[in-house]
């Protein structure tokens, strides 16, 4: 196990995430990117339907300008009802820095269809520009914009911190992209990434993961699974459940000066996460990881949903991208 000695870094600051580019196409001008792979990242019976994108952006400025944990904009070709040009949709890229070539040409992301109905007369309801995405085929263009995200970034010093991933969803899509480039650099990087989804069938890149995990002894991925019991024993849980049932361990590593936190996925999940961190490392452990927006935290045994979205912001240890 690392040694915490807070002398190993600049534990309680802001990690520096170096530079990065942003919006190299804008809506206005955007680059055309041609789709190269499109497979499904669920197991068969799931509920949903999840398709890993790959789109070879070696013709615009994303080329060699993305890096992991960023996002990319989709512009769906075609106009909506009322005539106007549909809008831009914002996809994290799931790939390393590297991109899926090795050379930064080639992004993929992680797009679940938004299927429904509607909630006015239910009809049949289809989110526009994820099932656009989902239906493209080989050879199909693309238009894209961004990159953008600023802050949901690896540290440029990657081999100084310990990291924990929480994901629920399609939140897991940039920590495969951050997974895959932190274990090419270091073989034996210390992350542990809990994956939250309602049943089993529902895990994106499982079998890859799985893979990872066998080869990397630094690598732990854990899964959450909330509506039947766990692989391991035990009922169902939330992501937040996994944190609480090895509540020793991840005391142990969120004490830890370099450890980041990064959480990615539907907004909402935050609100467990945050109760079950402060939970885990107490009011003076906290603050690397969560403050409050008027500076007080304020009784911790108190917290709700309504006083977290108003009062507790992410600190300088912890990366929150819901959506
Ligand atoms: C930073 C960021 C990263 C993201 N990364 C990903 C990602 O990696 N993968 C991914 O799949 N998504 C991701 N998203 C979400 C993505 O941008 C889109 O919002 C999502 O794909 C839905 O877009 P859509 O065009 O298909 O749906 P839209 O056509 O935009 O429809 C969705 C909207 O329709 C309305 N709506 C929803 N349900 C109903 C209903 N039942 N009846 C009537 N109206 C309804 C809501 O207002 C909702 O906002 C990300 C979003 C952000 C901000």
Request: aromatic share 8%.
């Amino acid at each position: 196990m690392p040694d915490s000695d807070p002398s190993t870094t600049a534990a309680r600051a802001e990690p520096d995430f170096g530079s990065v580019v942003m919006n190299a196409h804008s809506p206005r001008e955007p680059g055309i990117g041609t789709v190269i792979e499109s497979s499904r990242c669920t197991r068969a019976k799931a509920t949903g339907f999840v398709r890993h994108v790959a789109i070879d952006v070696s013709q615009t400025k994303l080329a060699g300008a993305f890096r992991a944990g960023q996002s990319f904009g989709v512009i769906p070709d075609g106009a909506g009802a009322d005539g106007k040009p549909h809008k831009v949709r914002l996809y994290s890229i799931a790939s390393p820095s590297q991109g899926e070539d090795g050379a930064g040409n080639v992004l993929a992301t992680t797009v679940k269809r938004t299927i429904d109905e509607h909630w006015n007369d239910h009809r049949l309801f289809y989110g526009m520009a994820s099932n656009w995405l989902c239906d493209l085929q080989i050879g199909d263009q693309v238009r894209v914009t961004g990159p953008v995200g600023k802050r949901f970034l690896l540290p440029t010093d990657q081999a100084g911190h310990r990291y924990l991933f929480l994901a629920t969803g399609t939140g897991i899509a940039p920590f495969r992209g951050m997974v895959m480039e932190l274990l090419a650099a270091n073989h034996s990087a210390d992350i542990t990434l809990i994956v939250g989804v309602p049943y089993a069938t529902e895990l994106m890149y499982d079998e890859q993961l799985r893979a990872l995990e066998a080869k990397h002894s630094g690598f732990r991925y854990l899964t959450a699974i909330s509506r039947h019991e766990q692989d391991d024993g035990g009922g169902p849980m939330y992501l937040d459940g996994r944190l609480s049932r090895h509540a020793d361990a991840f005391r142990e590593l969120l004490a830890d000066q370099r450890t980041l936190v990064y959480l990615c996925g539907l907004a909402g999940m935050e609100i467990g996460v945050y109760l079950r961190l402060a939970e885990l490392v107490g009011p003076d452990g906290l603050t690397g990881y969560l403050h409050a927006a008027d500076g007080d935290l304020g009784d911790l045994g108190q917290w709700d949903a309504a006083t977290i979205r108003k009062q507790v912001r992410p600190g300088p240890r912890l990366m929150a991208e819901v959506y």
